[in-house]
């Protein structure tokens, strides 16, 4: 039997290997958003061109609908999810639609339907399935028709909010990220509350891909005995909600480990009820694939009050150290950090300090005294909030700000929330957000988009009998009179990262206000949501700004080389592929944040 396990892996690494398909949604089970594909490079990709446009046609205004989907394509065919979370099969190379499936039809069910960020793919032999979760189901179409598997769990579904091992009716808790397949199992994270009122927990599972069958599930609230039990109060784990991971998972398939990278523990911003450094939240944490054994973990944010979830799945790389490859994994997060750590090991590849960090004066509340401080590499964003730091892109507008800055605590990253108002920067945006970045596996570099915004969470007492000790007074961002970011310009970034040395490559302004700079404000970047994709011909293509743009940038200095405007937001993260010789860059056009209307395209573009 465990020759046949050992089979498995093997088959799923060729498959991921095929360097003209896009299998996961990292674009590789190490999630590193990279092609070895080249027909498309520097010197030629001005000519990029429009190849096909899809429609899913189910676009809404009211509430407005997003597409953060990211295509999977294998063998020539894509996979898509659509703005109502439909699952659409396309030709890769047209754009043709294959066949459709509505996991709504026949329902009558008028609830908003949340987002997909795409789908997982499983093959043996003659069998293929696409792995589909909407709101709290795990559903399992035949790859060929798109036809429910009625051998997978109920009629071709799983009910997740079963098998938590805690009863969470009522509670909030789906699925929107895609999970990893190892072998014959298909791992998935969650989305769940965030408080005050009661969250269901965060536990990653393990679910048979034929049966629909739980396997394994590791608690990342941990449970009487179990590793990081004593990190919590008593009997965190009966009602402690959160620790989930939400931003996807990434595999080891030849080591045999999936790696997460989990948020923060509910309440996000009061933990009076959980006292203590609360492992695993805001780790990452090492398993083993096969069974959810813990092999290591490192905590990011100690006991978090300030919502600093890991928002995106680890990539995987392998970098020199001492003139030798060292399997590394690199963790971004809405601060702003880049963590760098052995793969196997879970040591740190660069010092990680424990710095001194304020403490609270909101009754009950117990703070960690140090945080985790990279040295190196630099932080995406900036680390502070003082006055000098607050916009000055007119006068006006800076004196807007100061006077709302001055009745709110605000200084160095993780000054705690409070009932005055605290200012909270990095802001629950980021940083990095669920975009990621993607990695130049031959060179060890790193891009990420970044942004640069500040919320305020100020807390207050809850109605009388809620049940719960602090209330807070919403996500609220500090904004300027028109509606922009508070701080001085850029708001936001693109880097890349040498990760080999730890430091920057180049570093550019990403994005623009087209009517800021027809006021004679210089670019000024944008907030983005999305991430990007490297490729070998020396090209990182990304959407994501709020100018609509989808945009090709020269790797090796940060030059726009192209760049196309389009209908709405492309708040998703690209991929690329090759059909009959001839490579693809696709992207999902969804818009429906900020001002962009909702939209629903699919764009490829290639070479004339």
Partial sequence: ??????????????????????????????????????????????????????????????????????????????????????????????????????????????????????????????????????????????AATGKPDGTFGDNGQVDLTQGLDRDITGLAYYVTTPGVVYGDLLILGSTTGEGPRPSAPGHVRAFDVRTGKQKWIFHTIPHPGEFGYETWSRDSWKYSGGTNVWGGLTLDARRGLVFLATGSPAFDFYGGDRIGDNLFGNSVVALDARTGRRVWHYQVVHHDVWDYDL????????????????????????????????????KPLFPIEERPAPASDVPGEVLSRTQPFPVKPPPLSRQRLSEDDLTDITPAKRAYILERYRKLRAGNIYTPPSVQGTLIYPGFNGGV?????????????????????????????PAAGAGYTFDFQGYTQLLDEEGYPSMKPPWGW???????????????????????????????????????????????????????????????GGKVLWEARMETGAYATPCTYEVDGRQYVAVAVGGGRWKSPAGDSFVAFSLP
């Fill in 311 to 346: 928002p995106t799945a680890p990539s995987l790389v392998t970098l020199r150290r001492g003139g030798r490859p060292v399997d590394a994994l690199v963790q971004l997060s809405k601060m702003g950090f880049v963590f760098v750590f052995d793969r196997e090991t879970g």
């Fill in 1 to 142: 039997m465990g020759r046949m396990f050992r089979l498995t892996i093997v088959l799923t690494v060729v498959a991921a290997a095929n360097a003209a398909d896009w299998p996961a949604y990292g674009g590789d089970a190490g999630a590193t958003r990279y092609s070895p594909l080249k027909q498309i490079h520097a010197g030629n990709v001005r000519k990029l061109k429009v190849a096909w446009t899809f429609h899913t046609g189910d676009k809404a205004g009211r509430p407005a609908t997003q597409m953060q989907c990211t295509p999977i394509v294998v063998d020539g065919v894509m996979y898509v999810t659509s703005p109502q979370l439909k699952v659409i099969a396309l030709r890769a190379a047209t754009g043709e639609k294959l066949w459709s499936y509505d996991p709504f039809a026949g329902l009558d069910d008028d609830r908003p339907r949340g987002v997909s960020r795409g789908v997982s793919y499983w093959s043996r032999g003659k069998e293929k399935r696409i792995l589909f979760t909407y709101r709290a189901r795990l559903v399992s179409l035949d």
């Fill in 433 to 461: 957000n669920w975009g990621g970045g993607s990695i130049d596996a031959e060179n060890g570099v790193l891009f990420a988009n970044s942004n640069e915004s500040v919320n305020w969470m100020t807390l207050k007492k």
């Fill in 494 to 556: 693109l880097t890349a990262v040498d990760l080999n040395t730890g430091e920057f490559r180049w570093r550019v302004s990403f994005g623009e206000h087209p009517e800021l700079t027809a006021r004679g404000i210089p670019p000024t970047g944008t907030t983005s949501f999305g991430g990007s994709i490297a490729t070998a011909g020396g090209l990182v293509f990304i959407g994501a700004t709020q100018d609509h743009k989808f945009r090709a940038f020269d790797s090796r």
